[in-house]
């Protein structure tokens, strides 16, 4: 399973999402989106758009097909089949 977390470092429910994954050894890529800059920011920027069109922090893609936007812990255990 590849899990991609986008979140900010100043976030607080993105380091709650963090702390979920964490304790339930699930294995995921951590991009802090207001530590990009540039064209590498407006890049991870343009795919947290893709799969969630308001931008908000956190979001949490899924095998590149499904995604939950914010920290919804039962969500997130339905997708990631905890």
Not at 20 to 34: A, I, Q
Request: proline share 2%.
């Amino acid at each position: 399973m590849k899990v991609m977390l986008y979140g900010l470092s100043t976030c607080g429910w993105c380091r709650k999402t963090k702390q979920f994954l964490d304790e339930n050894d699930v294995e995921y890529e951590l991009t802090y989106v207001d530590l990009l800059k540039g064209e590498e920011k407006e890049q991870v920027l343009a795919e947290v758009r893709k799969w969630n069109p308001h931008s908000s922090f956190p979001t949490i893609v899924v095998d590149d097909k499904e995604s939950v936007s914010g920290f919804k812990e039962d969500r997130l255990r339905e997708v990631l089949g905890l």
